[in-house]
């Protein structure tokens, strides 16, 4: 017979041997191999891990990894906190892994907020009117934003320090260096 008909190859003390998968091995299989440890199937079945795996694999099993279940208040504070709240701060509160963290929220359909929603037309106007004479920190300082907040939405406008204002006027760049005459 081979091996697709129900013959396992396993080794004994060192020597090859096959044994025939019984109707009876292969409904406790069926029935552990999902949620039960290694050891266990590896003692109830006789047989070595690999056999066991390939014979799961091959009738279509699948074995199913349990962790901690996650209660409904985790979940809450999770849809809560994931989208604007950093993911140290979900795990020190949690007591779980940030690695657990990311996925759960994944399987949950949440995404992370790179910025606030929107602007307000008073913060844009603040911008527009301040970057002239004033730096991004001292910006964000006044309208309560991050420093990299600001610049960004400084370069979004497409603000620069010479077109900012009522009465701005274009000046050249003085900052690049001159060419220098030539040595001979």
Do not use: C
Request: charged share 35%; hydrophobic share 35%.
């Amino acid at each position: 017979m081979s091996r697709d008909e129900g013959w396992g190859l396993w080794f004994r003390q060192g020597i090859a041997m096959w044994k025939r998968w019984s109707e009876k091995d292969i409904e406790l299989l069926k029935q552990l191999y999902p949620t039960a440890p290694e050891q266990e199937l590896t003692a109830r079945l006789g047989r070595p891990w690999t056999a066991i795996v390939n014979k799961g694999v091959r009738i279509g099993l699948k074995r199913i990894r349990k962790g901690p279940q996650w209660s409904e208040r985790e979940v809450a504070i999770i849809k809560q906190m994931y989208p604007t709240g950093s993911v140290r701060e979900i795990s020190e509160q949690l007591g779980r892994s940030g690695w657990s963290i990311r996925r759960k929220a994944l399987k949950m359909g949440l995404e992370k907020m790179i910025e606030p929603p929107y602007w307000l037309d008073e913060e844009l106007e603040s911008v527009r009117r301040l970057y002239g004479h004033s730096t991004a920190e001292q910006i964000a300082r006044r309208i309560g934003r991050s420093v990299g907040a600001v610049r960004k939405k400084i370069f979004d406008m497409g603000l620069r320090k010479y077109n900012v204002g009522p009465k701005a006027k274009k000046v050249k760049n003085r900052s690049r260096r001159r060419a220098r005459p030539r040595r001979r």
